[in-house]
């Protein structure tokens, strides 16, 4: 489990690193998953449901982070 950012931090740019480096460690355990080519043990549907579940969730992620899709200008 990844500890929450402190809401008592003396600045923005503080809690902004904190929260980064919280981001990040999310980021590296995903990389880590996906990079491992093994599927799960009798893939069905429903491992194709999470996992377009998942593409779509970070696709939502990476249009915010770069200014695309629904948050274009």
């Avoid at 950012?5 to 990389?31: F, G, H, P």
Wanted: charged share 30%; hydrophobic share 40%; net charge negative.
């Amino acid at each position: 489990m990844i500890a929450r950012a402190a809401t008592k931090r003396t600045n923005a740019s503080q809690d902004y690193a904190v929260l980064r480096q919280e981001a990040w460690l999310l980021v590296d355990r995903i990389m880590q998953t996906l990079l491992d080519d093994s599927e799960p043990e009798g893939v069905n549907w429903g491992h194709v449901g999470d996992m377009a579940a998942t593409r779509d969730e970070l696709r939502w992620i990476s249009d915010r982070i770069f200014t695309e899709g629904e948050y274009a200008a």
